[in-house]
């Protein structure tokens, strides 16, 4: 399967614990994206990385949030002292960059925070 | 504020009959616009982009149009069938890597 691919798809963790996400986007692709969604809305954005290089966060990524693209490949999300608010689907995107984004979708790690 | 609205109810149609879903926006002036599909569940999946200096845009049994002077998209799924059933997102592009998501728009198509 030669799709970006998540891992794990489904966490339930208790608050305040920490919990990392990982994200294997398409090989080819330089541009990879993390957005949340919640239950009814559309996805929502909150990161975006150019090979290795972070250019832009979204105020909705808090400190608590942090995200790495080391080598330009694979992505970790990191969310630490986890807030049952922090509860959502979390999806990675990647894409090949150029004047028109189509944004190619992983499968979204569910998480759950009790 | 930037605003996306889609319709807001779900769509439920019979089968063969053509679904048309809004997409509506408010202090955006997107470049493009495209629509994606969402199982539930899943990860959305891209379907078609259309540009801003295009009135149409046509793929298989879909249809977009975009009118910039309306700020509005339409979506048409032609001789829908119970597989077209999802919810169906407009994405409108922010600048040249980012996109705004509507909330998305349910359909069901009944056999």
């Known amino acids: 399967d030669t799709g970006v691919s998540q891992n794990p798809r489904h966490k339930i963790t208790k608050r305040g614990q920490n919990v990392t996400f990982r994200c294997d986007p398409i090989?080819?692709?330089?541009?990879l994206y993390w957005y949340r969604q919640t239950l009814g809305q559309g996805p929502e954005f909150l990161t975006y990385?150019?090979?290795?290089?972070?250019?832009?966060k979204s105020r909705l990524l808090s400190d608590r949030f942090s995200a790495e693209r080391p080598k330009g490949s694979f992505s970790t999300l990191e969310i630490q002292r986890t807030e049952q608010g922090d509860s959502a689907m979390y999806l990675c995107?990647?894409?090949?960059?150029?004047?028109?984004?189509?944004?190619?979708f992983g499968p979204g790690t569910r998480l759950l925070v009790l | 504020s930037q605003k996306i609205e889609q319709n807001s109810e779900a769509l439920n149609i019979q089968e063969g009959k053509t679904a048309t879903l809004t997409c509506n926006y408010t202090?955006?002036?997107?470049?493009?616009l495209q629509w994606y599909r969402q199982d539930p569940g899943r990860g959305p999946v891209f379907l078609l982009l259309?540009?801003?200096?295009?009135k149409e845009k046509r793929k298989e049994r879909l249809k977009v149009t975009f009118d910039t002077t309306l700020k509005q998209s339409l979506f048409h799924i032609t001789a829908s069938q119970p597989a077209d059933s999802a919810t169906y997102l407009c994405?409108?592009?922010?600048?040249?890597?980012?996109?705004?998501f509507g909330a998305g728009t349910t359909v069901t198509v009944r056999a």
């Open positions: 995107a990647s894409s090949f960059g150029g004047a028109e984004e189509t944004q190619y």
């Open positions: 090989s080819e692709h330089n541009r």
């Open positions: 990385f150019q090979n290795e290089a972070q250019l832009e």
């Open positions: 202090n955006y002036s997107p470049a493009y």
């Open positions: 259309i540009r801003e200096n295009e």
């Open positions: 994405a409108l592009s922010v600048n040249d890597y980012k996109l705004s």
